[in-house]
T-cell receptor, first 108, second 115 residues
Framework: DAKTTQPNSMESNEEEPVHLPCNHSTISGTDYIHWYRQLPSQGPEYVIHGLTSNVNNRMASLAIAEDRKSSTLILHRATLRDAAVYYCIRRSNYQLIWGAGTKLIIKP | EAGVTQFPSHSVIEKGQTVTLRCDPISGHDNLYWYRRVMGKEIKFLLHFVKESKQDESGMPNNRFLAERTGGTYSTLKVQPAELEDSGVYFC?????????????FGPGTRLTVL
């Protein structure tokens, strides 16, 4: 199964927006794109998901390219508590197919 | 409401021994999943229960791994005999429904070290 690809790490300043990119060029038409994050010493935590349209929730926004080969997770105003590893995931049937994740570092 | 809990949080055993990991899902969640991350690799799906039935066990690495969910409540994952390459973090997750848009709730994980 083709995994998603993400940058290993990104840095951002506190209170600024963060755009986390993800490539999923071989995604099938029925696979959802999910994002989870993992804070230190915790299990993964759901952030957002989408199929074709852009999505917003209280945590973040998800922008999906028209051809669905890439997506971007947007944190509108990052805080220190958002420092975590962010995983872009292909949801195929019941399985979450994980990439390596992006470690987000927030600078005060 | 209590989240997904896992026991133990850490386990250190010697090669050839047996270890049993336990997961208690969120009450009322029929769907239970096991994942693991071995050193330096991505998190990988192991299997999926719907109530007490195994819906998908395609990710189980070999027959040294046995997962059960008697009564459709908590689940156990037994490794017998454990090998060095089984070291890693084992996560359990649960969800109310199994659709591709559903959120899975994860436990904190069990860190297994095989010496």
């Amino acid at each position: 199964d083709a995994k998603t690809t993400q940058p290993n790490s990104m840095e951002s300043n506190e209170e600024e927006p963060v755009h986390l990119p993800c490539n999923h060029s071989t995604i099938s038409g029925t696979d959802y794109i999910h994002w989870y994050r993992q804070l230190p010493s915790q299990g993964p935590e759901y952030v957002i998901h989408g199929l074709t349209s852009n999505v917003n929730n209280r945590m973040a926004s998800l922008a999906i390219a028209e051809d669905r080969k890439s997506s971007t997770l947007i944190l509108h105003r990052a805080t220190l508590r958002d420092a975590a590893v962010y995983y872009c995931i292909r949801r195929s049937n019941y399985q979450l197919i994980w990439g390596a994740g992006t470690k987000l570092i927030i600078k005060p | 409401e209590a989240g997904v809990t896992q026991f133990p949080s850490h386990s250190v055993i010697e090669k050839g021994q047996t270890v049993t990991l336990r997961c208690d899902p969120i009450s009322g969640h029929d769907n239970l999943y096991w994942y693991r991350r071995v050193m330096g690799k991505e998190i990988k799906f192991l299997l999926h229960f719907v109530k007490e039935s195994k819906q998908d066990e395609s990710g189980m690495p070999n027959n040294r791994f046995l997962a059960e969910r008697t009564g459709g409540t908590y689940s156990t994952l037994k490794v017998q005999p454990a090998e060095l390459e089984d070291s890693g973090v084992y996560f359990c997750a649960s969800s109310q429904d199994s659709g591709p848009y559903n959120e899975q709730f994860f436990g904190p994980g069990t860190r297994l070290t095989v010496l």
